[in-house]
């Protein structure tokens, strides 16, 4: 009986693990030399693929379209081809998404939160 019940309690925190929902509005504060820019990313998924915006209120650039985005074990990454950004972070347990965000030669610590 122990067996079994470990079997179905494995099973389900696997299941729980792999379906974790990366979709929504994710908020993180870049920090560059001499200032700090907030920026939202905007993740939708639609017939099984993810698709998303990235806003950044404090230059006024709301909208701007994300070239890629994917979620795969627990890893999100994201590029902006005409602005040269690239993304990668891990969602944690507690949905935190800390990673490197990278544009133009230069990478920096940015971590998300819903």
Do not use: C
């Amino acid at each position: 009986m122990k067996k079994v019940n470990f079997a179905l309690l494995f099973f389900f925190a696997v299941v729980s693990m792999s379906a974790q929902d990366i979709t929504g509005n994710w908020k993180g504060v870049l920090k560059v030399p001499g200032a700090e820019l907030n920026l939202v990313l905007h993740i939708t998924k639609s017939e099984n693929k993810l698709t998303a915006t990235l806003d950044s209120p404090d230059q006024k650039a709301l909208g701007i379209p994300v070239t890629s985005t994917t979620f795969e074990n627990s890893t999100l990454k994201f590029t902006v081809d005409n602005l040269t950004i690239e993304y990668e972070g891990v969602l944690d347990k507690n949905q935190i998404i800390t990673g490197t965000f990278k544009q133009m030669g230069q990478s920096l610590p940015l971590v998300f939160t819903r």
